[in-house]
């Protein structure tokens, strides 16, 4: 529920700044507590108010949210019956803000005992605590019955992100009752893994928990915990999950003794509230440590949930210094990217300049690459700098002092992928870093050597100079508040005609452009204008960008447009003639029926001869992975099977944790694509395809200063045995790279460099028993 509350004497030209939002949090009743406590809000935001006037703070109290300047709440889901679950508790900001980062074993008691609903709520229950945990938190789930296993593949602790949860999730559902309980197998290999010391990089190094989910026993496993345990630098959560009659008191025994808390989980309305209760736990290091705890944070990049797009947030976790010892929230203030995006010189860099900065996990919070498909994507936007530009060692180099803090210039040939991403291009980009003063960020500015240095003019000209009345101006949205036009007709009288006036030469030709710098492309003759396809603005066009990377000509194939006045003429030779830009996408053909299919990818309409090219080393190929695409969800299939009970577990679910929204048009997901590209100096390739009971010949040849090459090879019907299956250039739904290997070799990150872990001044031990309806506590 969220309601508005007037802050006097606060006006401004936006109306929203004279009010402040609260909205109430799930699971929690209003109390007194709660409406004594807004008072005191209206007084920090007046404060707030007069120091920085244009900053959006929010404000967390335990049992609310407090925004300012007040905000429409925005749903933009298209489903029946809106229900309003959103819970600041799991957004990224405060997960990152509220706690110090942890190395947390889930260990699920797989035993016969829990088959049935408790089995499911233990599923649901674990998602639930996966998703409390942010990126400089590091994870692994061991389940146990008579022996105990990994639930995944993965070794040792992973990196809480949100690949690495997902592919935990999977592995979770998959986890099925059987035999009986044993709690020292399964807490022997919790600490094993904890304690683990043969891993070269990724651990938080920080609070150590084990997170136990059962339906209770009999068994303490007091051994296990001496020897492993005997200084209590490990916490036990323990979580009895489903309703049942068995003894409480070893699993109560297991939290008391190691610092831990006891939870009741008999329904599925009690899974949310109660997974969530252990950070108040781990804040309470942070509470003792007082000021030194009092460090802005900042946090990746992740989806508004009020529509304010991208963002990054400063947080502060705010303290309750009474007996209590609590974190009583997490102060907050978003910047947008669009924000930072407005205040850069990005003209000033040229079309293939940019800037982008990473976090300490090396992720990029500005990177013109950085564009989610997916808007009501809510969990934070993870992409990785080596996955935003083509990956090599220099690149790798680079990240590393990024995330070290360091400043540097490094000049580098690499490999750009183009705007349409069809191309590959090498070229030379500098690379100029240095970390940004007060956070854990770091800038970086990368230009081409030819946008090393830019013209400064004095604005005098203006547009009306160019008009004419056989010409068409294209002009970008806001061109006039963004450019001005500096030229002179009189500069170009000295110029004059290199080419013969040959008739010959305006064959074919439909239309003539320009493209500038500027923004402007003017085209001639007008008419061509009214079909122009190319985005009107150049910093955004493939072939602009293209053609300043290269100093050769560029071609690019377009949709073949068939002359009506021509007559038919049927090919009955037996070879193939082509041309082909470097890209493998068919320019030109000789054969009526490739006339159709140019501007396609070659390896469609002939994949043998393609495949041939590939291995001749004409053409190299790449493969890259797009981690913001979206797909279309998956369809269960028709002929599983479910009982009504299961069907009624899993929709509830469903409804109440908001899990995916069954009405969704698109989910994320990953994409593969294959890109080919030219990558040495060779002119002349020839050779021979074998087949069955055929051979083809063919020859190609690299055309002087155009990124074309010339392919003549014996008739693709003289040898259909040679058939392959085609290749696919186009962006596909893929699963990724392996999460196993990746997880073996993890790339560089640093974690925070504070750590309020745990200490013997935390304080006694509670135990919580609460559900949806109630939040009570008991004291040993």
Known sequence: MSRCVQTPGMSRCVQTFDWYCISDLLNIITSAETVLSLNWDSSKFKLRKKRKPTHCSCYLIRFKLSLFPASPWMDSRKTPNKIDLYDVRRRPWYIQGAASPKDMLILVDASGSVSGLTLKLIHTSVNEMLETLSDDDYVNVVYFNDKAMKAACFQNLVQANVRNKRFLKDAVRNISAKGITNYKGGFELAFEQLSSLNVTQGRALCNKIIMLFTDGGEERAQEIFQKYNADKKVRIFTFSVGQHNYDKGPIQWMACTNKGYYYEIPSIGAIRINTQEYLDVLGRPMVKANNKAKQ?????????????????????????KTNTKLILGVMAIDVSLDDIKRLTPRFTFGPNGYYFAIDPNGYVLLHPNLCPKNPKFQEPVTLDFLDAELEDEIKVEIRTNMIHGETGHRTVHTLVKSQDERYIDRSERSYTYAPVKGTDYSLALVLPVYSLHYIHTTIGDTITQAKCKHFMLV????????????????????????????PLCENGVLARFVATDGGITRIYPKSAGLDWTEDPETYESSFYKRSLDNDIYIFTPTPYQEDTNSKSRECVCHVDCVILDDGGFLVMANRDEYIGQIGQFFGM?????????????????????????????????????????SVYVVSYITDILNVGWLASAAESCITEQTQYFYDNEEKSFRGTLDCENCSRMFHAEKLWKTNLVFVIADAKLTCMSCDHKPLIQAEQPSEGPDPCEMAEKPRFRKGPDACFDNNERVGHVIILSSSVFKNGNRQI
């Open 605 to 645: 309409i002939d994949p043998i001869l393609m495949v041939n090219l590939v291995n001749m080393s004409l053409f190299t190929l790449n493969k890259t992975y797009d981690y913001q695409s979206v797909c279309d969800p998956k369809r269960e299939s028709k002929g599983s099977a479910a009982g009504l009970r």
């Open 475 to 502: 002009l970008p949205l806001c061109w006039c508040c963004l450019y001005f036009f500096h030229s002179h007709r009189e500069y170009c009288k000295d110029l004059k005609p290199k080419t013969p006036n040959n």
């Open 296 to 320: 802005v944070q900042w946090t990746n990049v992740y989806q508004d949930a009020l529509e304010l797009g991208l963002v990054i947030t400063g947080t502060l976790p705010v303290f309750n």
